[in-house]
């Protein structure tokens, strides 16, 4: 039961250097999302997929870019790290994104710090 | 817009005590509303979700939350605190306005002191 996976759990960056977030769900879900959790502010999306081949931007998506690979991956690449991507990124996925009862699936989370 | 209110940052019972986790929104649209739980180090995991059905529902775990619309209201409530209880919990709404994405409460830590 692996549900959604992240990789890696953890990272230390300099500012400047880029880096990509690996995100894998395996229970055939077609949405899947990016967010970052930062204290005190909850989460907060970054870029979402709502299917295969699609991709939008949410509430704080400058600074990212996302590739949605195929059904199972989504990627979250920063290419310029800079310290305020300072944060724990979440990946969740979620059976559709079109009916309000689909409830979103995290992953473990990836704690990025960029020095 | 949409938004959820939190309305405390911590929360702290003894074991064996009742539980209230308190949540607000605004919305101009019937919404969905779900809470989910965090327990360190790891991700969010879905506690119960209300989507329009029974006002009183029940999830894992013991909670339950009551959705009031006349006082936009979605508490969260156990009648009975355990230890493995402790971690932060998150109301989250839905709403299907063209973006569909949840919208977090900036999160609720519950300490249960033995």
């Known amino acids: 039961n692996a549900g959604v996976t992240q990789t890696p759990k953890f990272q230390v960056l300099k500012t400047g250097q880029s880096m990509t977030l690996q995100c894998a769900q395996d229970?055939?879900?077609?949405?899947m999302y990016w967010y970052r959790q930062d204290p005190g502010m909850g989460l907060r999306l970054i870029y979402y997929?709502?299917?295969?081949?699609?991709?939008d931007k949410g509430e704080v998506p400058n600074g990212y870019n996302v590739s949605r690979l195929n059904k199972r991956e989504f990627s979250l690449r920063l290419e310029s790290a800079a310290p305020s991507q300072t944060s724990v990124y979440f990946c969740?996925?979620?059976?559709?994104?079109?009916?309000?009862?689909?409830?979103?699936?995290f992953g473990d989370g990836t704690r990025l710090s960029i020095l | 817009a949409q938004s959820v209110t939190q309305l405390d940052s911590h929360v702290s019972v003894s074991e064996g005590t009742p539980v209230l986790l308190r949540c607000n929104y605004s919305?101009?649209?019937?919404?969905?509303l779900f809470w989910y739980v965090q327990h360190p180090n790891k991700g969010l995991q879905l506690l119960l979700k209300?989507?329009?059905?029974?006002?009183l529902v029940k999830g894992i775990n013991g909670f339950e939350a009551e959705f009031k619309k006349s006082e936009t209201s979605f508490h969260l409530t156990k009648p009975s605190a355990h230890m493995s209880d402790a971690a932060e919990y998150f109301c989250?709404?839905?709403?299907?306005?063209?973006?569909?994405?949840?919208?977090f409460g900036s999160g609720t830590r519950l300490q249960v002191q033995p």
């Open positions: 969740a996925s979620s059976r559709t994104d079109s009916y309000s009862n689909q409830p979103q699936h």
């Open positions: 229970m055939n879900h077609n949405s």
């Open positions: 997929s709502a299917s295969e081949g699609t991709t």
């Open positions: 919305s101009s649209y019937s919404p969905s």
């Open positions: 209300y989507t329009s059905a029974a006002t």
């Open positions: 989250v709404v839905w709403m299907d306005t063209g973006r569909r994405a949840l919208t």
